[in-house]
């Protein structure tokens, strides 16, 4: 059974910085691609960040480009969000997720590629 462990989410004044991590057990970590997502209320969620399988080339939502960094640690089966620079535009739940196995998730707009989800870090940026 995959579980998903997030952490370091926060509230945080705007131009502050997060760093958010997502831990899996009971899944091949290294053989997924990793995504960010995010969901302001009263918003549809939106992909914030992918870091693909296998090659860890990254991908950011336009609003996020030079301020947030996705990252991973394969050894600890770990993702990391590190938030840069933030406004309160980027006030939201955080959830992590693992791609299908051995697939390209990243390159995908379809959350339908995306499993395991994380039970979500709340980000609370004031301004």
């Known amino acids: 059974q995959v579980q998903v462990v997030e952490s370091g989410g926060g509230l945080v004044q705007a131009g502050g910085s997060l760093r958010l991590s997502c831990t899996f057990t009971?899944?091949?970590?290294?053989?997924?691609?990793m995504g960010w997502f995010r969901q302001a209320p009263g918003k549809e969620r939106e992909r914030v960040s992918c870091?693909?399988?296998?090659?860890?080339?990254?991908y950011y939502l336009d609003s996020v480009k030079g301020r947030f960094t996705i990252s991973r640690d394969n050894a600890k089966n770990t993702v990391y969000l590190q938030m840069n620079s933030l406004k309160p535009e980027d006030t939201g739940m955080y959830y992590c997720?693992?791609?299908?196995?051995?697939?390209?998730?990243?390159?995908?707009?379809?959350?339908?590629?995306?499993?395991?989800w994380g039970q979500g870090t709340q980000v609370t940026v004031s301004s």
């Open positions: 997720a693992a791609g299908s196995p051995y697939y390209d998730s990243c390159s995908t707009s379809l959350e339908s590629r995306f499993h395991n």
């Open positions: 870091i693909r399988w296998p090659d860890s080339v990254t």
């Open positions: 009971g899944l091949t970590f290294r053989i997924h691609s």
